[in-house]
Nanobody, 119 residues
Framework: QVQVVESGGGLVQPGGSLRLSCAAS????????GGWYRQAPGKGRELVAS???????NYADSVKGRFTISRDNAKATVYLQMNSLKPEDTAVYYC?????????????WGKGTLVTVSS
């Protein structure tokens, strides 16, 4: 059974920083893609950043240069360092672990952590 648990959300002022963490149990993290998605009020869920097991990293255009994704396979954890935060970054942030099994891709999701950027 794979479990994904996020932490690190909270309230921050514009221009501030936060670091999100996501721990995945179940033993598949090192061979899976770890990613962060977000959903703002009234909007759909969107990809923020992802990091494959092979080291390929992808960012949404809106966060390039401000957010950094990293992963620690030994700890089965993926991080999202968010700098220069803007009010439009306010959203629930979800961690995703995608495992490419022999049946096809399988997605595991955390419950989400709220990030609020406001003065």
């Amino acid at each position: 059974q794979v479990q994904v648990v996020e932490s690190g959300g909270g309230l921050v002022q514009p221009g501030g920083s936060l670091r999100l963490s996501c721990a995945a149990s179940g033993g598949i993290f090192s061979i899976s893609t770890g990613g962060w998605y977000r959903q703002a009020p009234g909007k759909g869920r969107e990809l923020v950043a992802s990091a494959t097991s092979g080291g390929n990293i992808n960012y949404a255009d809106s966060v390039k240069g401000r957010f950094t994704i990293s992963r620690d396979n030994a700890k089965a954890t993926v991080y999202l360092q968010m700098n220069s935060l803007k009010p439009e970054d306010t959203a629930v942030y979800y961690c995703n672990v995608r495992h490419n099994s022999w049946l096809g891709p399988v997605d595991y999701w955390g419950k989400g952590t709220l990030v609020t950027v406001s003065s």
